[in-house]
């Protein structure tokens, strides 16, 4: 099939939206290709929709586990067979994926990045027929990124492996020096970038100062009908300002990553459904769902960085309808702020004794524990080795950023099942226990392909077949597995940390004070450019984001609070002179927006088409057949 015929056959559409064409014809032709595309503006399909068109199959390194388990869902759910490998796993699972890689019919492999690394994967990975390397949140491989993960350098790896491949690099926040560092870092054999413009015209950007920021929150959500994401920064505060909102009469729940998988779905289900109008959240919301009517976007508190900032405030307005993105800001914010980012960078003492802690909790011993992964509970590390939850988390995130360990918050496994011996063994069990017979014909009766790979089941339906307790389900469950009839790994949803390197006695564990001083003050830098972003009253709110982003030459927005507060200013005598100006041009011929503009530099172009609406408005002006304005 041809790309049109892909993308009508699997996703129902006729054409591309803009510069996805352009995208996959690039990928296509082989050459390497950098992709920017805002939130929202359908980057999947990007890389999707080559991979199809060819034999063979694409890798997609991601470094989201619930992203990559979503999207492997949804193409399943199309006909088109995909697998994902993550820190969770079991080495069986994993062995058996990359075998259906290699000599099944599987056309995505997705995969995180530290697996990369991997023996298992190194030598599979060169039996496998790829078409296509992409890499998604590539910013994620650049130094200068918001969120700079080592295991992502381990792409390079895959590229020397695989030296034919053309790589599709794709992210919706980089600024200038992240396009061009991560082009480097992934040796594109040229320099080839396509970028949609970050800017939403139906967004209206604004800042408020704002002390009562309830109240304020109250008449915004009064004012703008529809649903509403509000973004704060930690998880005991979702709860607080749903339970106010709920208090002021709002439909509001609240959501971050400590919550059960059950509670998220139901959350998510309930907001996605419009049952619920406003969902308060940690930046845990949001990844992956796609709501498209959300009206209005409002933070509370201050993102630690702008691309933050954007990604959040992007989740507003999908369906080019209008909307709003608000951040209500007091001066205790800025503080807090600061406090923050300077509590993410714990004394390098702190660091070691929290890797040293982590490795005792688990009984890892030194020289060990490489591409393992291990769930961790933090309240009882904290408990049992006197550390402040805090200083473990921030801990962590420096111990990711400089390659000893990848983390991951509380990620819903399902239970899987896969049956590794043969009929004739499984029979003669079953003959002997009646209870086990039952279960196997029910399993088998409910689930296909047990023989072949891992299955996900329920146990709690497998249990409502059999009309006995789920936990003589588990139990004889587990029975088999004890056995080596099946292979069976229970459900799990506690954060984990896989070892990315073998764990190092603390004699030879180093941290770089360079690379620490480095990332301290990138994140101060960052830090200062949200500051500036809420404090400047005089630069359209999104002219000054797509600066920061590389657009030097965007107009101003016309819809955000400076830009309004401008409009104000514009005087009834302005108005009057500019209206005579306007009519006396089309008294000679009828012109467009742009040749008026063009014939009017004095002017402020907001200001020029806010007076032709309102002579429009006044019926002293209407626009002809060529979209110009002529006099009535």
Known sequence: MNIHEVLKHYWGYDSFRPLQ?????????????????????????CF??????????????????????????????RGIKAVAIYSGM????????????????????????????????????????????????????????????????????????????????????????VVEDIQKQLRFKKQNVFQKSFSRSNLAYIVVQEQDKYNRLERILKKIPGTSVVYVRNRKRTKEVALELIKRGFSADYYHAGLTHEERSKKQHDWIHDKTRIIVSTNAFGMGIDKPDVRTVVHLDLPDTLEAYFQE???????????????????????????????????????????????????????????????????????????????????????????????????YNPSRVKIITNRKDLYQTQLKHSFIDSLVKTLLRMYGGLFDGYVKINERLIAKQLNVAQNKVEKALSFLHQSNLIDYLPATNKPTVTYLQPKVPLTHFYLSDENYSFLKKRAFDKMAKVLDYVSDNTTCRSVKLLAYFGEKDA??????????????????????????????????????????????????????????????????LKKNNRQEFELV
């Open 90 to 177: 079991s080495k069986r699972e994993i062995d058996i994926a990359l075998d259906n890689c290699a000599y099944g019919e599987v056309k995505f492999l997705y995969v995180s990045p530290e697996r990369l690394e991997t023996q298992l994967f190194k030598a599979r990975v060169q039996k496998m027929n790829i078409n296509l390397i992409a890499v998604d949140e590539a910013h994620c491989i650049s130094q200068w990124g918001y969120d700079f993960r080592p295991s992502y350098l381990n792409i390079k790896k895959l590229r020397e492996l695989l030296p034919d491949i053309p790589v599709l690099a794709l992210t919706a926040t980089a600024t200038p020096e």
């Open 555 to 620: 107009k101003a927005c016309g819809v955000c609070d400076v830009c309004l507060a401008k409009k104000e200013k514009f005087s009834d005598t302005q108005a009057e002179a500019l209206q005579q100006a306007i009519l006396k041009l089309l008294s000679v011929k009828p012109l467009g927006i742009k040749d008026i503009v063009s014939q009017l530099p004095q002017n402020n172009e907001t200001q020029i088409v806010e007076v032709i609406q309102w002579l429009t408005d006044a019926g002293k």
């Open 21 to 45: 064409e352009d995208i996959i014809r690039s990928a296509l032709s082989g050459d390497d290709t950098l992709a920017l595309l805002p939130t929202g503006g359908g980057k999947s399909i």
């Open 313 to 411: 405030a992007g989740r507003a307005g999908r369906d080019e309808k209008k909307a709003y993105t608000i951040a209500l800001v007091e001066e205790a914010d800025k503080l807090n702020l600061q406090q923050q980012i300077e509590n993410s960078f714990p004394s390098v003492e702190v660091i070691k004794r929290v890797y040293q802690a982590i490795g005792n909790y688990l009984q890892i011993p030194d020289n060990s524990g490489q591409n393992e992964t291990f769930e961790i509970d933090f309240s009882e590390l904290s408990h049992r080795f006197k550390l402040n939850f805090i200083e473990i988390f921030n801990s962590i995130k420096f111990l990711e950023r400089e390659g000893y360990m990848q983390f991951n918050e509380a990620v």
């Open 48 to 77: 999707q929709v080559p991979v199809l068109a060819k034999d063979g199959l694409g890798i997609v390194v991601s470094p989201l586990i619930a992203l990559m388990k979503d999207q492997v869902e949804n193409l399943n759910k």
